[in-house]
Every structure is written in structure tokens, then in C-alpha cells.
């Protein structure tokens, strides 16, 4: 299958400051990427989606300014923590799909904790 | 809203021993069904997938079957290792939808 590449794998930051986490499609192009966040022992929770060169769609209740999404190109995609607070403190997650309708790819996720 | 769900929260199999996962979704436009396994601290790893055109689809050591007229998906999972010990989830959409709805995960814990 295809290669989904998230990097950090694992981050600390202190309360106050941004974090930015990276999510590549290493063998192929991604017409949209997802960012998830999932907490212990729950599903995954859909954040945004990303469409490459376009605004990323949030999902009610995300705050758009808090959760920076840039799509530079159709291999990445960056997620932006501003003024990360505790409760930020998360597993996030990123996919990528070639096209509608089609498997989804994972990026091994990133342990955000702010302390 | 649209959701897709699990029944079994958590499930222990015996080594060796078959194990099926039951998912019940309630959006009837979906048509595009696939299961996911996420080992602790990883991101979901894709395991098969099935189209409402069809009702069964064997992997590896997995079979997915597709009820349509009850909205019910299952995976089975033949003669189950310990490496099989993860959280599944089902996930769903619909044509021209990008978005993939997630279940709420089952943890299969395989006992030696």
C-alpha cells in the first residue's frame, strides 16, 4: 500500500506555544488529506479536511484558528497547534486518498502532550 | 446524524480460535466499506475493503461480508495470532464523499 509519513511521532511543548506537525504522502498524490485527533480508548475524531492549494474544511466545533491547516502541494500537509493548552494534549492523526471514494492512508500519528 | 457502529466493545479470542467483529452503520447511501486495525500508539492500518456491489471479500486470513439490508458489516478473522491483538474499527462513506465516517472500535485481545 501507499506511504503516509507524519512527522513529529511524538511531541512536548509548554503551554502557550505552537506546535506544527507534518503529514506527507510519500509515493503518491494526495487530492486531500484528513487530520484526525483521537483520545485514549475512543475513535478517531475527524478535525479537518484539506484540499491541496484550497481552505481546509473544519468539521463543527474545531476551531479554525486554533487548528492552522496548510496544503502546499499535493504530497503534504501541516497541522499548526496554536497556543497549545493542556487540553490539546492528544493523538493526531492524518490520512491521505488518491481520490473520493477510495482507501485512506495513515500517517502514524503524533503524541502531542502540553505541559 | 450518520453514524457507523460497533456492537462488542471488546472481544477475547482464544489463540488459534476464529473471531468475527460486528459493525451496524445507518447511512444507506454508503457503498464504500473498509476495517482498519490500530496497534497502541499507531496510526490505523488498513486491512480490507468491500463495495456495496458485493456482499463478501476474503483477504488474507480475513473475510469481510457486507448485509446491505440490515446495514451490518463483519470481519472475521481466521485462526487469530497475537499479533492480531489491536482495535478495530470499521469506517464508511458515499460516492463522491471524501470523508470517511469512523465506528467506535472493537479491541480483540487474543489470549495464548
Known amino acids: 500500500g501507499a506511504v503516509v509519513s507524519q512527522h513529529p511521532s511524538w511531541v512536548i511543548c509548554k503551554s502557550g506555544t505552537s506546535v506544527k506537525i507534518e503529514c506527507r504522502s510519500l509515493d503518491f498524490q494526495a487530492t486531500t488529506m484528513f487530520w484526525y485527533r483521537q483520545f485514549p480508548k475512543q475513535s478517531l475524531m475527524l478535525m479537518a479536511t484539506?484540499?491541496?492549494?484550497?481552505?481546509?474544511?473544519?468539521e463543527q466545533g474545531v476551531e479554525k484558528d486554533k487548528f492552522l491547516i496548510n496544503h502546499a502541494s499535493l504530497t503534504l500537509s501541516t497541522l499548526t497547534v496554536t497556543s497549545a493548552h493542556p487540553e490539546d494534549s492528544s493523538f493526531y492523526i492524518c490520512?491521505?486518498?488518491?481520490?473520493?471514494?477510495?482507501?485512506?492512508?495513515f500517517g502514524q500519528g503524533t503524541r502531542l502532550t502540553v505541559v | 446524524g450518520e453514524s457507523v457502529g460497533l456492537h462488542l466493545p471488546t472481544l477475547s479470542v482464544q489463540e488459534g480460535d476464529n473471531s468475527i467483529i460486528n459493525c451496524a452503520y445507518s447511512n444507506s447511501a454508503s457503498d464504500y466499506f473498509i476495517w482498519y486495525k490500530q496497534e497502541s500508539g499507531k496510526g490505523p492500518q488498513f486491512i480490507i475493503d468491500?463495495?456495496?456491489?458485493?456482499d463478501k471479500r476474503q483477504g488474507q486470513r480475513v473475510t469481510v461480508l457486507l448485509n446491505k439490508t440490515v446495514k451490518h458489516l463483519s470481519l472475521q478473522i481466521a485462526a487469530t495470532q497475537p499479533g492480531d491483538s489491536a482495535v478495530y474499527f470499521c469506517?464508511?462513506?458515499?460516492?463522491?464523499?471524501?470523508?470517511?465516517?469512523f465506528g467506535t472500535g472493537t479491541r480483540l485481545t487474543i489470549i495464548p
Open positions: 484539506s484540499n491541496e492549494g484550497s481552505k481546509a474544511t473544519y
Open positions: 490520512s491521505a486518498i488518491r481520490t473520493a471514494n477510495t482507501e485512506a492512508f
Open positions: 468491500i463495495r456495496s456491489n458485493m
Open positions: 469506517a464508511e462513506n458515499s460516492m463522491g464523499n471524501e470523508k470517511l465516517t
